[in-house]
């Protein structure tokens, strides 16, 4: 009997390919159990961060409404998310999206300060999965669009970028607010020549850092004024934004100066433009501080 295509098993949105980095190397150079163990641990890392059964109830029922599925192979992460479900009912696509994009960016920074690099695509296109088959050209795409990309980066394809910047609900945005400004950003010149679209997620690591007060700190908070109160939160997020950029350079400079003088030590040198430019976006005149340079 032939199978019947459904709506369950065919969907059309967002799919992401994630892949770690150096992966093969590590698996080449193991020489001992512990070399296994921490790859291994690695690699679990990346899947939790990216939501790979996770144990949060919240995040379970959040993608359980938007249909968000997470499949696993070895050292790589596959993202789907549809373009319609009963989230999008409430928030819409254009939100649904950004949103995830924002999320694969905050994943991507939790990697780096762990001194885990990814790299990977991101497609907007239809996907058909039935029990252990999955075919989707949106897949086969962020596939290889992870490879063209090639630096620690997420791309994005001209199909995902353009459905983003013609949707209409990008409309209720002014131009300071608009995600899509926020979220992604072009970088010409690659080590292949190429140009691509790429997730900006060092931008939006450092906005999003909401810094708390704990102990001594939170007993002075409480006791001072609310001008006084105002500074030290200031103090607090501005203290927590430069010691994430700091850990976010020193991963740069460790993993470059494991691998200096190979052929991959480029793209640990376009991080560190990458690094810098943002940083000095960020921290303006006190940025210098924060920069890196490489050997």
Not at 138 to 154: F, G, K, S, W
Request: aromatic letters at 10%; one cysteine or more.
């Amino acid at each position: 009997m032939t199978n019947k295509i459904t709506r369950r098993n065919l969907k059309n949105g967002l799919f992401a390919f994630i892949d770690l980095l150096g992966f093969s190397a590590r698996v080449e150079s193991l020489e001992t159990e512990e070399d296994l163990l921490t790859l291994d641990a690695d690699v679990v890392f990346v899947q939790n961060q990216f939501e790979l059964k996770s144990q949060d109830k919240f995040t379970q029922q959040s993608n359980r409404i938007k249909g968000k599925s997470v499949l696993a192979f070895s050292d790589c992460v596959v993202v789907s998310v549809p373009q319609n479900s009963g989230l999008t009912e409430f928030q819409g696509t254009f939100d649904v999206l950004m949103s995830e994009l924002d999320d694969f960016a905050l994943s991507q920074g939790e990697c780096v300060l762990k001194g885990i690099f990814l790299r990977g695509g991101v497609d907007f296109g239809f996907w058909y999965r039935r029990k252990d088959s999955l075919i989707s050209p949106a897949l086969v795409r962020a596939y290889n669009l992870e490879h063209d990309a090639c630096v620690p980066m997420i791309a994005v394809t001209p199909t995902l970028r353009l459905y983003l910047s013609k949707h209409q609900h990008r409309q209720f945005y002014s131009k300071d607010m608009d995600p899509f400004n926020n979220v992604l950003k072009k970088y010409s010149k690659l080590p292949n020549g190429k140009t691509q679209w790429f997730i900006n997620y060092l931008r939006l690591c450092l906005e999003a850092i909401h810094p708390s007060l704990t102990g001594e700190e939170a007993e002075k908070y409480r006791a001072e004024t609310p001008d006084v109160q105002d500074r030290l939160r200031t103090e607090a997020w501005q203290k927590a934004c430069s010691n994430w950029a700091k850990q976010h350079g020193e991963a740069i400079l460790k993993a470059h100066a494991e691998v200096e003088g190979s052929p991959v030590a480029c793209k640990y040198e376009w991080l560190a433009k990458y690094h810098n430019a943002e940083v000095k976006r960020f921290f303006g005149k006190e940025a210098k501080s924060l920069q890196i340079k490489l050997n």
